[in-house]
């Protein structure tokens, strides 16, 4: 659980991968949602589209938020266009969303999204300042700010630059993220799969899996279940589906394995590996295609 960005934030978060961006974003798209704020979503490189899917997935209904205004993503043309000229003109533009949500009886605002493109031009007005004008506009106005900053592609003095100019930094830890296959905490047995399992990351899934198995065992808590949230993996293949029947048939009677957001599709490749007859194997299905 990410630390809960309050109106008056202006939040940063640094990171490495899409899946992370997207898990980011995501979460904190959705406090706003659910606060009655409107949220605004800058777009680019198409960070919308797995950011949307990410929401979908925990949400639930986000077609109706996008229908009814509250929540907006701002293409990317736009998006660019919008730090091509003075800091000034873009608060403008801010300003007037904000007015507009508060006069719609909405409880707030909040802005995020990818960022990336406005500090890589090799000309004009900096994303720093850009972030220092930021602060002007909500000194008295509901109004939160998350600015991720992609590590991959801004170098680690701008990173540690733009770190200073925020009073809360956003941090998202993983087990394992290689950028195709994201694995997070999401409970003291519990992991969260977001991605795409392969040959070359399978391996570490099963690993993982025995680490926390063990870790159940050993732990005077009451549990007797490990639980692996797929709802956000997009693929497994044959060999790693085998592997997670496998690892199943392995645990203690005393334990089970809980696949929980199991898609039709994933459904029916757990079945052509045998998970029927792994007593120990738990799937608990998931109501998205």
């Not at 991720?148 to 930094?169: A, K, S």
Request: glycine share 6%.
């Amino acid at each position: 659980m990410l630390t809960r960005v309050t109106p008056g934030d202006h939040a940063c978060a640094a990171f490495d991968s899409d899946q992370q961006l997207a898990e980011i974003a995501s979460d904190f798209v959705a406090d706003g949602l659910v606060r009655q704020e409107k949220v605004c979503f800058l777009d680019d490189e198409g960070a919308a589209d797995a950011m949307l899917r990410r929401l979908s997935e925990d949400l639930g209904d986000v077609p109706s938020y996008l229908a009814s205004g509250q929540l907006a993503i701002v293409p990317q043309e736009a998006t660019r266009a919008s730090f091509e000229g003075p800091a000034e003109e873009l608060l403008d533009v801010i300003s007037e969303s904000i007015t507009a949500a508060l006069d719609q009886g909405l409880a707030g605002f909040r802005l995020t999204g990818q960022l990336t493109w406005a500090a890589q031009r090799s000309a004009g007005v900096s994303l720093a300042d850009y972030d220092l004008a930021l602060d002007r506009i909500w000194a008295d106005c509901p109004v939160s700010v998350l600015c991720p900053y992609d590590t991959r592609r801004l170098p680690p003095g701008e990173i540690e630059q733009l770190r200073g100019l925020h009073r809360i930094e956003l941090v998202a830890p993983a087990i394992f993220d290689d950028g195709l296959l994201r694995i997070t905490q999401s409970s003291r047995f519990g992991l969260r799969l977001a991605g795409e399992v392969d040959h070359s990351n399978r391996s570490t899934v099963l690993g993982v899996v025995e680490s926390t198995l063990d870790n159940a065992l050993r732990s005077t808590e009451r549990s007797d279940e490990v639980r692996l949230n797929l709802t956000s993996l997009r693929f497994l293949d044959v060999a790693a589906a085998h592997q997670l029947v496998q690892a199943a048939e392995a645990f203690p009677v005393s334990h089970r394995l809980v696949l929980a957001g199991v898609r039709p599709l994933l459904q029916r490749l757990l079945d052509r590996c045998g998970a029927a007859f792994a007593p120990q194997l738990v799937i608990q299905g998931s109501a998205r295609p």
